[in-house]
């Protein structure tokens, strides 16, 4: 069993920024791909942005990158997402996933190929 616990997410302005933490537990999940994805109230969960256990790239969902990035410190068994010039629709809960298969696939932009979720962090942009 893989524990991810996201923190990070709170009120802000349009335009400002905004990191995301994931903690990923035990120390086995450096293994595995760490991606975020985002639900609005009313909508499907979406894929925001994966790193793969390598994390020699990173994958975006659509029109994000430029604004997203991921990152991730094997060392603190940590993801981030750092999000610039917020939007308010860029309102959602954030969700932190893993999948132990560990590398970047054609499903890997579908929630229901990852394994392990954290319980969501709240980010609400305000016009």
């Known amino acids: 069993q893989v524990d991810l616990v996201e923190s990070g997410g709170r009120l802000v302005q349009a335009g400002e920024s905004l990191r995301l933490s994931c903690t990923a537990s035990p120390r086995a999940a450096v293994g595995y791909t760490m991606a975020w994805f985002r639900q609005a109230p009313g909508k499907e969960r979406e894929f925001v942005a994966a790193l793969t256990r390598s994390a020699s790239k990173p994958y975006y969902g659509d029109s994000l990158e430029g604004r997203f990035a991921i990152s991730r410190d094997h060392a603190q068994n940590t993801v981030y997402l750092q999000m610039n010039s917020l939007k308010p629709e860029d309102t959602a809960v954030y969700y932190c996933?893993?999948?132990?298969?560990?590398?970047?696939?054609?499903?890997?932009?579908?929630?229901?190929?990852?394994?392990?979720w954290g319980q969501g962090t709240q980010v609400t942009v305000s016009s």
């Open positions: 996933a893993a999948d132990n298969r560990g590398g970047f696939y054609d499903d890997s932009r579908r929630p229901g190929v990852y394994n392990h």
